[in-house]
C-alpha cells in the first residue's frame, strides 16, 4: 500500500487511552496527535469524510 501512496495514520490519543507506546506503532505508520485535528485537516484540503 505504501508503494501506492497510501498514508497509514493512527491517533496518538487513542494510543496513549489503550496503553500503548508509541515504539509500539508498526514501523511506517504515522502516530497523529489527534484523529479529530487530522480529519479535519483532512476536509479543508478537499477530502470528505462518508460515514456509513
Known amino acids: ?3 501506492a501512496g497510501v498514508v497509514v495514520a493512527v491517533c ?4 496513549q487511552a489503550h496503553k500503548y507506546a ?3 506503532v508498526a514501523p ?4 497523529d ?3 479529530m485535528t487530522t480529519m479535519a485537516n483532512l ?5 470528505a469524510l462518508l460515514p456509513e
Open 43 to 47: 476536509q479543508l484540503r478537499g477530502w
Open 1 to 3: 500500500m505504501k508503494a
Open 33 to 35: 496527535v489527534s484523529a
Open 22 to 24: 508509541v515504539k509500539d
Open 12 to 15: 496518538g490519543q487513542a494510543l
Open 28 to 31: 511506517g505508520v504515522r502516530v
